[in-house]
């Protein structure tokens, strides 16, 4: 069965570059489809932040796309994600997963405050 578990700063400043990891058992991020970023604002929906593909491709959400990065450590069985300039609204629960399953971290809380 797969797991993942999401890791990271809880606490960011503004302007600043928010960095979290996720690291996978049980499956390889080389073998399996596509690995995904999502988070959830208070009081707000899911929203997709963009994946990351077995083959090392990635597609972004065009609303992010401009501050969203997605990298993988294929030695460690990780994918990260990097948010850049990050604003309060940024505050939110992160959450890695693999699309389509089951298959979700418990989410990191991140907020964003100077």
């Known amino acids: 069965q797969v797991q993942l578990q999401e890791s990271g700063p809880g606490l960011v400043k503004p302007s600043q570059t928010l960095s979290l990891t996720c690291t996978v058992s049980?499956?390889?991020?080389?073998?399996?489809?596509?690995w995904s970023w999502i988070r959830q604002p208070p009081g707000k929906g899911l929203e997709w932040m963009g994946l990351?593909?077995?083959?090392?491709?990635?597609a972004y959400s065009p609303s992010l796309k401009s501050r969203t990065s997605i990298s993988r450590d294929t030695s460690k069985n990780q994918f990260s994600l990097q948010l850049s300039s990050v604003t309060p609204e940024d505050t939110a629960v992160y959450y890695c997963?693999?699309?389509?399953?089951?298959?979700w971290g418990q989410g990191t809380q991140v907020t964003v405050s100077s």
């Open positions: 997963n693999v699309p389509g399953t089951e298959y």
């Open positions: 049980g499956g390889s991020i080389t073998t399996t489809d596509t």
């Open positions: 990351i593909f077995y083959s090392g491709n990635t």
